[in-house]
C-alpha cells in the first residue's frame, strides 16, 4: 500500500502514529499504559468519524485520486470470474488505458470494459495515467458491439480525469471517437450498466458512460471538466479548485440529486482504499440489483429507456419568478 496521506487525513495518521509508539514503549519498558492507549483509541474514532462525515467536495475528490484506491482491474479481478481481456481497436493500436473483455458474473457472461490507471510511474506510463487515446473508445466500441451480437450485458467501470487530450490524440480524432461511442452506444440492444469507481472525467468518462443505469461510488466525482482545469478557466489559479470542487456540484449526492447517477454505491468508512474487499462487495451487489431489473425489459424497453434517460439530464424549467428550477 501507498504510504501518501492526504492532508486532511494527517491528523488521523499522527494520532495512530501516538498510540503505536505507546504500545511499543509498553512492551519495551514493561509499563502499564493501558487505560492512556484506551483514552487515545476514543479520541482517534471519534476525530475519524468526524473528518470522514463532514468532508467536502474537493476532499471527497482527492479521496476519488487516492493512490491506494481500487482500479478497474482489481475490481473485475474481485467481482468477475473467468475475465478474458481482449485487445485492440482493430484499427490502430491496443490502448492500454482501456481494459476489457468477456468475463462471469454470478454465473452470467457479461462484457466487462473499465478505464485502468498505474500505481507506480512505470505502471502509469503504460496506462497512459489513465487517459484513453481514440482507439481505447475505438476498442471499447468493439467490445460493445460484440456484447451486443451475442446479447450480453455491459458493464463499464469508469476511472479517468479525462481523454488524453496530445496532440496524437487529436491527430487521431479523439472527439470523433468519443461521438461516435456516444451515438451507437444508444443502440445497444442489451443492458448497459455504467459505474464510476474513481474519477469520471470528463468526455473520458462518458465515452464508456452511456447506461440504462449510471451508478457512483460514494467519494467518486463525474464532472465535464476537473476542479483544477475549472479553476484556471474561471479564475486563472488552481488554487481555486476546492472552489470550482463546490460549484461543480460533482460529487455523488449531488449527482443523485440532479439525477446524473441513478444509485450511489456505499464504500467503507473512509474510502474504499481501506477495505478494497468490502469495496467490491458494495459494487458486486449494486451491479446484480441493477442488471436484475434490467433484465426484464425487451431489447425495445432497453433502448428506449436508456434514450429517455440521458434526454431528461440537464432539462431545467423557467419559474415564474425568472429562476431556473430543475425539471
Keep these: 500500500m501507498n504510504e501518501l496521506k492526504l492532508e486532511f ?42 473528518i470522514y462525515s463532514n468532508l467536502t467536495p474537493w476532499q471527497r475528490i482527492q479521496l476519488a485520486r487516492h493512490p491506494d484506491r481500487p482500479y478497474a482491474l482489481d475490481y473485475i479481478k474481485a467481482v468477475f470470474t473467468d475475465f478474458m481481456e481482449l485487445s485492440g ?31 507506480d510511474m512505470k505502471e502509469n506510463l503504460y496506462r497512459n495515467f489513465g487517459w484513453p487515446n481514440p482507439e481505447g473508445y475505438r476498442k471499447a466500441l468493439r467490445l460493445m458491439f460484440l456484447a451486443d451480437k451475442v446479447r450480453a450485458p ?41 459505474a464510476v ?18 451508478l457512483v461510488m460514494e467519494n467518486a466525482y463525474y464532472s465535464v471538466i476537473t476542479p ?30 440532479l439525477k446524473v447517477a441513478d444509485e450511489v454505491i456505499p464504500e467503507p468508512f473512509g474510502g474504499a482504499q481501506r477495505d478494497p474487499a468490502q469495496a467490491a462487495e458494495l459494487l458486486a451487489k449494486s451491479i446484480k440489483r441493477n442488471l436484475d431489473k434490467l433484465g426484464k425489459l425487451s431489447e425495445e424497453e432497453l433502448v428506449a429507456q436508456r434514450y429517455a434517460k440521458f434526454r431528461t439530464i440537464g432539462t431545467f424549467l423557467e419559474s415564474a419568478g425568472g429562476t431556473a428550477a430543475k425539471k
Excluded at 519495551?28 to 487505560?35: F, R, W
Excluded at 490502448?95 to 473499465?114: C, E, L, Q
Excluded at 469507481?197 to 449510471?214: D, L, P
Design 197 to 214: 469507481i474513481g474519477e469520471g472525467g470528463s468526455g473520458g468518462a462518458i465515452g464508456i458512460g452511456v447506461g440504462n443505469r449510471v
Design 89 to 119: 481497436d482493430r484499427r490502430f493500436a491496443d490502448d492500454k488505458a482501456i481494459v476489457g473483455g468477456f468475463a462471469k458474473f454470478h454465473g452470467r457472461t457479461v462484457m466487462v470494459i473499465g478505464t485502468q490507471k498505474g500505481r
Design 228 to 257: 483544477e482545469g475549472c479553476a484556471v478557466i474561471l479564475w486563472s489559479d488552481r488554487s481555486f479548485a476546492p472552489r470550482a470542487a463546490e460549484a461543480l456540484q460533482v460529487t455523488a449526492d449531488k449527482l443523485l440529486e
Design 9 to 50: 487525513e494527517k491528523p488521523i495518521l499522527e494520532l495512530q502514529k501516538k498510540i503505536e509508539e505507546m504500545r511499543n514503549f509498553s512492551a519495551t519498558n514493561k509499563i502499564d499504559v493501558s487505560a492512556e492507549i484506551a483514552a487515545l483509541s476514543e479520541k482517534l474514532e471519534e476525530m475519524t468519524k468526524s
Design 154 to 194: 455491459i458493464i463499464t467501470l469508469i476511472d479517468t480525469p479525462g481523454a488524453f487530450p496530445g496532440v496524437a490524440s487529436e491527430e487521431r480524432h479523439i472527439s470523433e471517437a468519443i461521438a461516435v461511442n456516444l451515438r451507437d452506444m444508444f443502440k445497444l440492444r442489451v443492458p448497459v450498466i455504467a
